[in-house]
C-alpha cells in the first residue's frame, strides 16, 4: 500500500493554462524556420523550462508509470555553492513506491549552437540515427558517463525539501529539447544505467521533441505557471500599437 502524500510545497497549477499549438513548437525548435534566429534564447526564458515540466508530467500520467506533479522549490545541495538543478517532481507509482525526481532540464535545439535540424516528416531511418547521433553527444561510452559537467551534476545527490520523507526513493531524471536515444529508438522516456560510484542505479531521460511527434492533438494544454506569469507581465508593460487586446491570446480563461 502507498503512504499517504505528505504535505509538500507543491508548484501552484495556474490561473489560466496556455494551449501550445503542437507543430509550431516543433518547427521552431527542430527545423529553425526564417525569421526565428534571433529569438530562441527569449522563447525558452520565458517558456522552455514550463514546457520540458509540463509535457514529461503529461507524459507520465499517460504512460501508466504514475502521475508527477512539480515542487515549488528547486533541487540544491542544501549548501550556499555548488551545483543547482532546475526541478523536483514528486511521483507516486503504481506500485506504490514513492519517488522524487531531481531533475535538469536542457532545452537545447535545432535553434542552438552547433544545433541540427531535423524535419518534422523525416523518414524513420533519420530519425533514428539523428537520436544516435544526440547520444554520443551527450554519453560517453567509454567512461560510462556524461560528456559534459552541466548535465553530469544531475548525479550530484540534492537535499531533500523539507517534508520530504528522507527514505524516498530519489531518481536522476535529464529532459532534454531534441530527440535523444541511445539505441535511436522512438522512445521519449527511458533509463539507463547509471555510472558506478554514483549512487543511482539508473538515469531517467525525457525528449520533448520525441513526445511532441508522437502528440495526434493540434494543441496542449498545459499548466506552465511560470511562462503564464511571464506572459501576463508583459501584457502590462507593452500593448501591439493599434490593438487593444493583450499580446497573447492562447490564455485558456479560469
Known sequence: MSRKEPSLPFQPHSDKRLMVHVREVLEFFD??????????????AVMGEDLGAALFCRHLSGSGLGAARPLLRSPTPGTKTGNRLDRW??????????????????????QAIGGKALALDAPEDVQNNYRKGRWANQWDSKTGCFRHNNVGKVLNRMKLPAGVPPDVHVEPL???WYAIHP????????????PAGSGFDKIWFFSMSTYLRSVTEE?????????????????KLVALC??????WVSLTPT
Not at 527545423?31 to 525558452?44: F, M, Q, Y
Not at 494543441?219 to 501584457?235: F, K, S, T, Y
Request: aromatic fraction near 12%; charge should be negative.
Open 242 to 247: 493599434g490593438g487593444t487586446g493583450p499580446l
Open 174 to 176: 535529464v529532459i532534454y
Open 89 to 110: 517532481f514528486w511521483t507516486n507509482w503504481v506500485d506504490g513506491r514513492q519517488t522524487i525526481f531531481q531533475a535538469e532540464i536542457k532545452n537545447w535545439s535545432a
Open 31 to 44: 527545423t529553425k524556420p526564417s525569421g526565428s534566429e534571433t529569438h530562441p534564447n527569449s522563447v525558452v
Open 219 to 235: 494543441m496542449l494544454e498545459l499548466d506552465m505557471p511560470n511562462a503564464v506569469a511571464r506572459i501576463d507581465w508583459l501584457n
Open 183 to 194: 539505441e535511436g529508438a522512438n522512445e521519449p522516456l527511458f533509463t539507463y544505467p547509471a
